[in-house]
């Protein structure tokens, strides 16, 4: 159904796994806990059109702009 969604369209308190991200990107997520082929879950979403991922066990937040770069699927 969310097979390599954009992080945008993702259902909220779903389990989703990271597909693709952009590779100007990837070093920054990376430090965040968050690479390619990691569980994670979006939690909320933001006033500015982002959404809250928890990653982990830690809350990240990602701004609209990236979200529309980032795949996930539902795992």
Not at 3 to 8: E, F, K, N, Q, Y
Not at 64 to 73: D, I
Request: charged share 15%; net charge positive.
């Amino acid at each position: 159904m969310y097979v390599g969604t954009d992080l945008g369209s993702a259902p909220l308190h779903t389990n989703l796994t990271l597909v693709e991200a952009p590779e100007s990107s990837r070093q920054r997520l990376s430090s965040l806990g968050l690479r390619v082929g990691t569980p994670f879950t979006l939690i909320a979403k933001t006033a500015g059109g982002g959404r809250v991922a928890l990653v982990t066990g830690s809350r990240i937040a990602l701004g609209s702009s990236l979200l529309h770069q980032l795949r996930a699927e539902v795992r």
